[in-house]
């Protein structure tokens, strides 16, 4: 079963713009990480932000968790073409060792 | 350092079949994950090996197992295959405990049931 829900499902933007994708969990967790793959390929790591941390950069990205609500948020700013492709959040969540991927958020940003 | 790799990465075989997928994981890299991912069902975790032992298991039947060797290199098995299995599987690998790790993916194995 999925432990994450991806919102939206898919999203087209204009390159330059900003792309913001949520995902929303149901338990608790102790971290939460997201990955992004382009088409029938492998998954890409792109930051892992802790359940005592709120927000996280790197380079073009930012996520934020906010536990209380059990979602997060990854923030892609001033998007490029190379960025299109499928998002996923995993969370690691307590008392179950297991890595649960959500549906994933497909972009498609266009020249 | 070389990533993990995937044999073969396409597949196709015939329902009642078996088929045997391998997984040379990031060297030094300890645990490795196996994960199908289908349209309709996403990213589904099938089982994860560390130090050669099953640490944990995803609720796929018992005709999908795997094994773990002594250099971290992972096989994972479907035996009596169902059109339903056609998917592609990727294996992760990551340092020491996967949960609280990056995790590594390989390219995939597409594998396609006739």
């Known amino acids: 079963s999925q432990q994450g829900e991806e919102d939206p499902q898919a999203l087209s933007i204009q390159e330059g713009e900003n792309a913001t994708m949520n995902c929303s969990y149901k338990t608790s967790i102790n971290n939460l990480q997201w990955y992004r793959q382009n088409s029938g390929r492998g998954l890409v790591h792109l930051i892992l932000i802790r359940s005592n941390e709120r927000e996280k950069h790197s380079g073009r990205l930012r996520v934020t968790l906010d536990t209380s609500k059990k979602s997060s948020s990854l923030l892609i700013t001033a998007s490029r073409a190379a960025d299109t492709a499928s998002y996923f959040c995993?969370?690691?969540?307590?008392?179950?060792?297991?890595?649960?991927f959500g549906t994933g958020t497909r972009l498609q940003v266009f020249p | 350092k070389a990533g993990v790799t995937q044999t073969p990465r396409y597949l196709i075989k015939t329902r009642g079949q078996q088929v045997t997928l391998s997984c040379s994981p990031i060297s030094g890299h300890r645990s490795v994950s196996w994960y199908q991912q289908t349209p309709g069902q996403g990213l589904q975790f099938l089982f994860e090996?560390?130090?050669?032992?099953?640490?944990n298991k995803g609720n796929f039947p018992g005709r999908f197992s795997g094994r773990q060797f002594s250099n971290s290199r992972s096989e994972m098995n479907v035996s009596t295959l169902e059109l339903g299995d056609s998917a592609l599987y990727l294996c992760?690998?990551?340092?020491?405990?996967?949960?609280?790790?990056?995790?590594?993916f390989g390219p995939g194995t597409r594998l396609t049931v006739l």
């Open positions: 995993a969370t690691d969540a307590r008392n179950t060792d297991k890595l649960i």
């Open positions: 992760a690998s990551s340092l020491v405990v996967r949960s609280a790790d990056t995790q590594y």
């Open positions: 090996y560390f130090s050669e032992t099953q640490r």
